[in-house]
């Protein structure tokens, strides 16, 4: 059965039919969460929060838009609201690396500390276009639909976004000499 069949049926209270839907997104929506709100057990939190929310409005669902494009609009808008209430906490990355050294691990743990810890400076429209585009990978246009947005707004968001966190980024002494050493090994 494929997804629009799998909507349909879930739509209608198909309770096995939205558990194997949202299986499919659950990991995308977790680190989306992830990466907004930086820790995990609020990300797990808001991801159940994510779902129990496109659970009770999925009949409003009306496929104007892909379904992962609005499931995105509702983690994004469900982890902004959690942020607005939990202002200043510091975001960390997990470690995603198998084969390093402890120093290229150390090396690239405080290099995401930093980069997120920056990126936690940036207004919350620019940190949320940055997360989508560059670290989820979507589209302008995808954006643009999920913050609600036209894509020359978004285009300007990403683009003062990584201007303001390279400028930010070399204020930070010995921090851009991390990547010049990187690039003569």
């Known amino acids: 059965m494929d997804e629009r069949q799998l ?12 558990e194997n839907v949202i299986v499919s997104y659950q990991n995308y929506i977790y680190n989306v969460i992830y990466r907004i709100v930086g820790n995990k057990e609020d990300a797990l939190d808001l991801t159940q929060e994510t779902f129990i929310k496109v ?3 999925i009949k409003k669902f009306k496929g104007k838009s892909e379904f992962k494009t609005w499931l995105y ?4 808008n469900t982890s902004l609201d959690f942020m607005r209430k939990r202002k200043g906490v510091e975001e960390q990355l997990h470690n995603i690396s198998d084969f390093k050294t402890p120093e290229d691990i150390f090396d690239d743990k405080m290099t995401r500390d930093i980069i997120m810890s920056e990126l ?7 940190k949320i276009a940055i997360i989508l585009r560059d670290i989820e990978g979507l589209t302008y246009s995808e954006i643009a639909e999920i913050t609600n947005s036209n894509i ?9 976004a990584r201007s303001a966190l390279k400028e930010n980024l070399k204020k930070i002494p010995g921090f851009i000499n991390i990547f010049d050493e990187r690039r003569q090994l």
């Open 120 to 126: 936690n400076k940036l207004k919350n429209d620019y």
């Open 7 to 18: 909507l349909f049926k879930a739509q209608e209270g198909d309770i096995e039919s939205f």
């Open 55 to 57: 659970f009770v409005n």
């Open 73 to 76: 609009r509702i983690a994004v």
């Open 152 to 160: 020359g707004t978004v285009k300007s968001r990403i683009s003062r």
